[in-house]
Structure formats: structure tokens, C-alpha cells
Nanobody, 124 residues
Framework: QVQLVESGGGLVQAGGSLRLSCTASGRTFSSYSMGWFRQAPGKEREFVAAISWSSGNTYYVDSMKGRFTISRDNAKNTVYLQMNSLKPEDTAIYYC?????????????????WGQGTQVTVSS
């Protein structure tokens, strides 16, 4: 069992930056690949980024490459999402998720554990 808690969301102006954190409980965090998803009002939850537990490889949706960076600190049981050059369309609830696979994909059904989410609001 893994419990995930996100933090770091908030209100930011367009062009600004935020760093989201997701801290996991348990001693097996290093053996989980981690992903970030987001859900805007009235829209489906969509994949943002993921990082493999085994290779450290990172994966991004094309529209966010270059603006968002996912990283992890296994010693702190924490995964981060650095978001730069934020746009109003990035406004959403951001969720972190965990999966045992070494090759984390974009499908939300691949992930077994989810956090409660953190709100990110970007004003124009």
C-alpha cells in the first residue's frame, strides 16, 4: 500500500512557475514509477509526465515538453513537477500516481495509487 500526498499548488500569474511535490508513505517508493496527471473542470484526467523507478527515464506529453520537468528524490520519498512558463490553460487539479511498471505510460489505468490532488490556478 502506498499513500500519496501532493503539495505546492496555488495561484500564479501567466508566465510564472510552481513546483509541485508528492510525498509517498512506505519504504518501497524507489520501486514505483511515478506519474503526474491533471484534470481541468469538465475535462478528462490527462497525463502530464512520468519517471521510471528502474531507469530514471522521463516521459512527457508533447505539449508540456520544455516547460515541465519531473524528478524524484528516493531518499525523501518524493517526486516533483517543476512547471515553468505557466499558461491559463494549465489550470487544473494536479494528481500524482504510482505504478510498479518500469515503463510508465500515459494511461491512468496503469497506475495503482493516487493522491488527492493539488489545485493549480494560472491567471492571465
Amino acid at each position: 500500500q502506498v499513500q500519496l500526498v501532493e503539495s505546492g499548488g496555488g495561484l500564479v500569474q501567466a508566465g510564472g512557475s510552481l513546483r509541485l511535490s508528492c510525498t509517498a508513505s512506505g519504504r518501497t517508493f524507489s520501486s514505483y514509477s511515478m506519474g503526474w496527471f491533471r484534470q481541468a473542470p469538465g475535462k478528462e484526467r490527462e497525463f502530464v509526465a512520468a519517471i521510471s523507478w528502474s531507469s530514471g527515464n522521463t516521459y512527457y506529453v508533447d505539449s508540456m515538453k520544455g516547460r515541465f520537468t519531473i524528478s524524484r528524490d528516493n531518499a525523501k520519498n518524493t517526486v516533483y513537477l517543476q512547471m515553468n512558463s505557466l499558461k491559463p490553460e494549465d489550470t487544473a487539479i494536479y494528481y500524482c500516481a504510482a505504478t510498479r511498471t518500469s515503463f510508465p505510460g500515459q494511461g491512468r489505468y496503469e497506475y495503482n495509487y493516487w493522491g488527492q490532488g493539488t489545485q493549480v490556478t494560472v491567471s492571465s
